[in-house]
């Protein structure tokens, strides 16, 4: 048997595919957690707390058992003892995951219970029924007014990083910018809620589950239920969207935990109520810039801290400073990223952890510092290109950020654009351009994958994947084909089974990198023995990979995607309303797989970044400690009618030193978009705001245009 069909090099990597499962996803016939039918299921609807901080003093079982279909009521008092001093893959785990362990609520809508029925109706009906009394004590959700109990925490990055003497450099630069950003709670509001149904079988934890990771999700309840990894198993063939939010939850320990009291199949499917509870989010930040640099533009100093929540019972630090590491240096540079605690829910990883807020308050202080020097805002980026990372010293692989802005500058027109605010008119509309750079980390992490050779001249990919959304499925596909020099249609990609073995989560833009380095070890191994005349039992040949060692032996370089986006924006200063016109983001993301899926990831996060800019914001009531409005009717995200012409594109960017040369471009789109849209508010109206979102009541406050 030959793997070739041509004489000529088959390429499919670089070319636009339509999604592998497309056809699945429109006529419904691609099932998601939530729909997976299951023989003799019940049904579980959590009860969380009424309360933002006491203790459970009673939970008034008896009336509600004896509502029609209830099965069971699980609480602090029943439930099955969870161990929960382990370190999992990614630290140590939230204690909101470990149900019903104590009476004690650290934040409203805490988990006090979970009722299990024969219908999810019945279940929903009896928990609302459910009485649970509680010893209230005060609580504080004041983020606004917090901050003298701020401390530095680490995260995937140190929390504190710095070089030089601040003071001395700032008070000998010709311009200082010394301002406060601040960024609102966010949401993920993806359109699919968590759901998981758990259920043993021989012996086995067996969950099918909406997640980003199935290995990740697997080894933390063989932790939490104190079992051997072996015996859990996690499948998540199709996820409908994640976007950070999709690990170990609530959700998963529920329904493993009623199945285990009850012995038969459990699904848990969180309201979008509870999500904002018990899904994580993004922290609010308030962040200080200040910016000293020399007459000709150069950067002396440079400080960027900031600052954001976490809960009482988990440390989790939104690492805001983590821009200024890479995109800028200074003779004196000080970053760092502090957290401060209270009566909230757990936030967690929320695309672009970081970069999206960070980057918001840096590049809009890079703009303002343009502004004061009198230089375009391109060109004092041009003239504080580093050569080296700043805090790390180490040499990027690739850096072609100003690259990205000359291609973008020249499509979207800057050279034509006046840099005096409050100038352009167009009837009732204030217009303005802005721009801001972009960047985030192209890491890559061991992963396993298996490719077998099937007797009908077909090939089967075994890897332990998540398509999010993200077209990660097509993707594998092509680098597949490419590897074992095949067309598409011969190559058959099996995902989201914990059964595969060990694979990065998709998360952190390190998804699709990791596995088709995985995929392509295999493959290529596979097409070598072929090659050499191997035999294909009836049951197939399979090689497996692992990348451990290779990635291991990568060169330590700074490795990240960069870009430049420009935003164009019609402001009226009567009504408050901004209207983004035009949006352009140029990127370097390195060897892009699929055109067609690779744009969409693109012009996604910008307009995430653009609903950043103009809509999303989480309003916590201070009486109550929870979110105001928390559904999709109170949490406003950009729709159709928001989202104007939005063009995303890329130049060559190729690492000689990475065998695989392939980068996430999941998160880069959303970072710089919204200081993008800010600086064209300001250069539209000649007013800065420096609080997200920029909401018509804010702009109508700031008046009218400030030459």
């Known amino acids: 048997m030959t793997t070739t069909t041509t004489a000529t090099t088959l390429r499919s990597v670089g070319t636009a595919h339509t999604r592998v499962e497309g056809r699945d996803k429109v006529t419904g016939a691609a099932r998601y957690a939530g729909e997976i039918p299951f023989a003799d299921l019940a049904h579980g609807w959590l009860v969380t707390s009424t309360v933002a901080r006491g203790r459970i003093t009673a939970v008034d079982t008896e009336p509600v058992l004896a509502l029609p279909g209830v099965l069971a009521v699980l609480h602090h008092g029943n439930a099955p003892r969870l161990d929960t001093e382990y370190t999992g893959l990614l630290g140590t785990p939230d204690r909101t995951t470990a149900l019903f362990q104590h009476d004690r609520v650290p934040h409203l809508g805490w988990p006090v219970a979970l009722v299990v029925a024969e219908t999810s109706e019945q279940a929903r009906e009896a928990a609302e029924a459910l009485v649970v009394h509680y010893e209230q004590q005060p609580h504080d959700v004041d983020f606004d007014r917090a901050g003298e109990d701020a401390y530095a925490l680490d995260g995937h990055m140190p929390g504190v990083a710095e070089k030089g003497d601040l003071t001395a450099e700032l008070a000998a630069s010709a311009a200082v910018v010394d301002e406060e950003y601040t960024t609102p709670e966010e949401h993920h509001s993806m359109m699919e809620p968590h759901a998981a149904t758990a259920h043993w079988d021989g012996g086995r934890l067996e969950i099918v589950d909406s997640n980003q990771g199935t290995m990740w999700v697997a080894h933390e309840l063989a932790l939490l239920f104190s079992l051997d990894p072996a015996s859990v198993h996690v499948r998540s063939e199709h ?16 329904a493993a935990l009623a ?15 509870q999500m904002f509870s018990l899904a994580g989010y993004r922290s609010p930040t308030r962040q200080r810039v200040r910016l000293g640099a020399d007459a000709a533009g150069r950067l002396r100093a440079l400080e960027h801290s900031c600052l954001s929540l976490t809960s009482t019972v988990h440390e989790f630090v939104e690492p805001g400073a983590a821009p200024a590491r890479v995109m800028y240096d200074a003779d004196a540079h000080h970053t760092a990223n502090r957290v401060v605690r209270l009566d909230v829910p757990t936030p967690t990883w929320m695309r672009a952890p970081g970069e999206a807020p960070g980057s918001f308050a840096l590049e809009s202080a890079l703009d303002e510092l343009a502004e004061r020097l009198g230089l375009d805002p391109i060109e004092l980026r041009v003239r504080n290109e580093p050569e080296a990372g700043p805090v790390s010293g ?73 398509d999010i959304g993200t077209g990660a499925r097509t993707a594998l596909t092509l680098v597949a084909a490419d590897a074992l020099q095949v067309t598409p249609e011969r190559v058959r990609v099996l995902i989201g089974d914990s059964d595969f073995g060990q694979a990065w989560i998709a998360g952190g833009s390190m998804g699709t990198r990791s596995w088709s380095w995985a995929v392509t070890a295999a493959a290529g191994e596979l097409r070598e023995r072929l090659a050499l005349g191997t035999a294909i039992p009836p049951e197939g040949l399979t090689v497996r990979s692992d990348t451990t060692e290779a990635v291991g032996a990568l060169s330590q370089k700074e490795r990240h995607s960069f870009g430049a986006q420009f935003a164009e924006v019609a402001v009226d200063v009567t009504t408050g309303e901004v209207r983004v016109r035009r949006m352009l983001g140029i990127f370097s993301a390195g060897r892009i797989i699929n055109p067609l899926t690779a744009r969409n990831q693109l012009v996604g996060g910008m307009i995430w970044g653009l609903s950043m800019a103009l809509h999303e914001e989480a309003a916590r009531d201070r009486a109550t400690g929870g979110v105001v409005g928390a559904d999709l009717a109170g949490y406003h995200v950009a729709t159709h009618a928001d989202i104007p012409q939005v063009e995303a594109d890329w130049i060559e960017d190729v690492d000689p030193d990475d065998p695989i040369g392939i980068r996430g471009v999941g998160e880069i789109g959303i970072v710089g978009a919204a200081a993008a849209v800010a600086n064209a508010v300001w250069h539209a109206t000649g007013v800065r705001h420096r609080a997200l979102p920029i909401r018509p009541d804010r702009v109508i406050q700031a008046g009218e245009p400030r030459a």
């Open 259 to 273: 199945a285990t009291t009850l012995q038969r199949p459990v699904r848990v499917v969180l309201t979008r109520r």
């Open 239 to 254: 996820v409908g969207g994640g976007f950070g939010s999709k690990g170990v939850r609530a959700h998963q320990v529920a």
């Open 394 to 466: 180490l040499p990027f692989a690739s850096r072609h950020l100003i690259a990205c802005f000359e291609e973008g500058a020249r499509r979207f027109g800057w050279a034509d654009r006046d840099p005096r605010p409050g100038l352009r008119r167009e009837g009732r509309w204030l217009l303005g351009t802005g721009t801001a750079a972009a960047s985030f980390p192209a890491g890559s992490a061991p992963s396993t994958a298996a490719v077998t050779a099937e007797a009908d001249g077909t090939f089967t990919v075994r890897v332990n994947a998540a």
